[in-house]
Each structure stands twice: as C-alpha cells, then as structure tokens.
C-alpha cells in the first residue's frame, strides 16, 4: 500500500486478556516507531526499531509490553494482562532513514485499544 | 524531563479569522516539527524547521522557529473549515526521538 496500515482499527478487550497490535509501514522505510496517545494528549514515544534492531524501548510503561519487528519490515505491539489504564490510541510510524536528524514520520490510523 | 507547552489548547473561532498558536520549551533543539492530526487518522507532517530565526510558509500558514531555538509559533491567515484538527508541534534534539506537545485543538467554524 502506499501509506502505514494497522489492524485491527479498533480493539475491546477485557482487563487481563493480552492483545497483538499490528503495523504495516511503508515498504523501505529503515525506521519504526510505536506511540500511544490518551484522549485529549499528544502522541507519547513507546519504542523504536531501526530495521529489525530495538534501539530504543524506554517508553514502554511496563513489562507486559513487548514490541517486534523480525524481518524489519512489519512490526507488532504486544500487550500481556492488559489493563485499564492501557486504553489509548497507539501509532505506528516509518521514516525512510536511519532517524537521526529531521526525517519524516509517516504515520499510521492507529488502533484504538478499548480495555473494559 | 524537558517541559513542552503548546497555548492555547482549545481555540475555536470563525472562519476567516486570524490565528497563532504557540509552541514553548525550556530546552534548546536542533529541529522542530509542526504536525496536524484529524480525528481518526495520525498525525501528518505539515513543516520541519532547522534554524533559529527560520520562518517557513505554506500557503496561509506561516511557521517561525524562535532565535534561540526553544519555541516556535504557527500564524494560520483567513483560517477555513478545513483547518480544524489537533496541532501538535515536536521537537528534537538530532536524534531519532521526537518528543510531541500536547497540542492545539483547532475548530473553525463555518
């Protein structure tokens, strides 16, 4: 495709259930990166591959996240034993380089979590 | 933690009106991006500004990096229906990471 795709656009899960967010980015693009936004916030950086190497994970809130990009192309979010508190909105964005500098983040529509 | 305010938060007005929203930090960058987010979608890239002093233009939005490289502004001109959206503005400091504002909410009346 030509932009960023995530499924599902939208996920309700109960508290305690796990769930695998999915992102497809750009084709080529090097860099990857996952947001979440809460209602009414910006986006909040979670973690960022470069191609299949996690460079940087220290957004993430707590250990029940988990983020993969194995062949550094599509990239999936896992959450274990979900949480309220974890309903928000989560980005997947690419960038074509490596990420220093003043790339741009192409971003994708999100996947809205729901945790009831 | 560098702070991050974006001012006003909420601004509604009518179209045709004026506007500038802000974009204010206690920390020196090296870039800073200006981005507009419309409900349902992510955020898209409207400007990248590198230098202090840097006044880029598009269209009827005019973006200025302030001289010392710690705060930005975005003047809209004649503001249509079709700029209603959250403006989030992200600085960075030469690496990868951006660290995004809480934004603007921009509605524009009809």
């Known amino acids: 495709g030509a932009g960023v795709s995530q499924s599902p656009r939208y996920k309700v899960a109960k508290r305690g259930q796990d769930v695998a967010l999915r992102c497809d980015p750009i084709?080529?693009?090097?860099?990857l990166f996952w947001y979440q936004q809460a209602l009414g916030q910006g986006p909040e950086f979670l973690t960022y591959?470069?191609?299949?190497?996690?460079?940087?994970k220290s957004g993430l809130p707590s250990d029940r996240f988990f983020a993969e990009r194995p062949e550094g192309s599509v990239s999936t979010l896992k959450i274990q034993r979900t949480q309220q508190e974890d309903s928000a909105v989560y980005l997947c964005?690419?960038?074509?380089?490596?990420?220093?500098?003043?790339?741009?983040?192409?971003f994708g529509p999100g996947t809205r979590l729901t945790v009831l | 933690t560098q702070l991050l305010e974006q001012s006003p938060q909420f601004l509604s007005i009518q179209e045709g009106e004026n506007l500038t929203v802000y974009c204010n930090s206690s920390?020196?960058?090296?870039?800073l991006q200006w981005y507009r987010q419309e409900p349902g979608e992510g955020p898209v890239l409207l400007v990248t500004?590198?230098?202090?002093?840097e006044v880029k233009k598009l269209k009827r939005l005019t973006f200025q990096f302030g001289d010392a490289r710690k705060d930005s502004s975005l003047h809209i001109t004649a503001a249509q229906p079709g700029d209603t959206g959250l403006y989030l503005c992200?600085?960075?400091?030469?690496?990868?990471?951006?660290?995004f504002g809480t934004g603007t909410r921009l509605k524009v009346l009809a």
């Open positions: 964005a690419s960038s074509l380089g490596s990420g220093r500098g003043y790339n741009e983040q192409f």
């Open positions: 084709s080529g693009h090097v860099s």
């Open positions: 591959f470069q191609n299949e190497a996690q460079l940087d």
């Open positions: 920390s020196v960058f090296s870039s």
């Open positions: 500004v590198v230098t202090g002093g």
């Open positions: 992200a600085p960075t400091s030469g690496t990868y990471k951006y660290i």
